[in-house]
């Protein structure tokens, strides 16, 4: 039985604890775009059929134009980047693994829940996560040493000039993407794994047929076919996180970095400043290794006099 992962979310918890109805709250404790990608209408049969090849081919075509996937590797659409990230340790037989940390803890957890040992001197399984999360470090190729390197790119649409994807079509490398994110349709629960086609063949059959739903299929196609969309959210984004950390860093705050989806702030108390937000209803992130790190994600623009009142 794996162990319990902190996260961000938890939004039901806070509004028992602080009062006030989910609608009530600005939930910035987590990285998702909060101006979604207009889902609009899909067939019905979507709903009612089983996913089709042809469906799930046009989702693998666009996946591969939108992030230039190289011609030797192969795409494997899943339900949401967690579902690899679990099945990821059962490609090879138990060893060490590298993971840096602090990060996403969801990778150290599966490898820990398949009888792996974690650390941070280099292995035969390497995972980083680029951009970092929570810090936003970007990771050179000459960091990534290790006989197999796993990257995980989930907020990397933000700036796909710093991917990795022409690792993907070595067999040393899987490249994950994550549809949640910055398209902001985390419950849609749609993901990546870009690699080998060995690699790949061998994550299909631990998954299984039809993975991705029929709206999933319609809605991530359509969205990573919009390249004028991803563009001026492109630029949405990096205006937002300029006026959060404005916004911040003039409440006494230090900006520490992040992303254009999230950004990690040192106060002085974390989880006074947590509770203090909290009696605003907003709800931010802090993190059990650490007192004074706090992490927010961006407002919707409507919501922005949320935040500045409970500041």
Not at 8 to 21: K, P, Y
Not at 72 to 99: D, F, K, Y
Not at 109 to 122: L, P, S
Not at 164 to 175: F, G, K, L, S, Y
Request: net charge neutral.
């Amino acid at each position: 039985m794996s162990k319990h992962r902190d996260h961000g979310g938890g939004l039901d918890a806070a509004a028992t604890r602080f009062g006030g109805e989910r609608v009530d709250w600005l939930d910035l404790s987590t990285g998702i775009n909060p101006v979604p990608y207009p889902i609009g209408a899909f067939p019905a049969d979507a709903w009612t059929a089983l996913p089709d090849a042809a469906a799930t081919d046009a989702l693998i075509q666009t996946a591969r134009t939108f992030w230039n996937v190289p011609k030797e590797a192969a795409i494997l659409p899943a339900p949401g980047a967690s579902s690899l990230i679990a099945r990821i340790p059962s490609l090879w037989p138990r060893g060490n693994v590298s993971i840096q940390k602090p990060t996403y803890n969801e990778h150290a957890g599966a490898f820990d829940a398949h009888g792996w040992q974690v650390g941070r001197d280099i292995g035969s399984v390497q995972v980083v996560v680029h951009p970092n999360n929570p810090t936003g470090r970007l990771w050179s190729a000459d960091e990534m040493t290790a006989p197999f390197t796993v990257i995980d790119e989930s907020f990397c649409d933000i700036a796909p000039d710093q991917s990795h994807i022409a690792r993907a079509a070595q067999n040393d490398t899987i490249v994950l993407k994550s549809f949640g994110k910055f398209w902001g349709l985390a419950g849609l629960r749609l993901g990546f794994a870009i690699a080998h086609p060995d690699i790949i063949h061998k994550l299909s059959t631990m998954i299984g047929p039809w993975a991705v739903s029929g709206p999933a299929l319609h809605i991530g196609a359509a969205a990573l076919n919009d390249q004028a969309w991803a563009k001026i959210t492109r630029m949405r984004l990096a205006q937002d996180a300029y006026r959060l950390d404005a916004l911040m860093t003039g409440q006494g705050a230090k900006a520490l970095g992040g992303t254009s989806l999230f950004r990690l702030y040192e106060v002085d108390e974390a989880r006074a400043w947590q509770e203090r937000l909290a009696q605003g209803k907003v709800w931010t992130r802090i993190f059990p290794y650490s007192d004074k790190w706090l992490r927010l994600g961006l407002p919707a623009p409507d919501r922005w006099n949320q935040l500045e009142a409970a500041l």
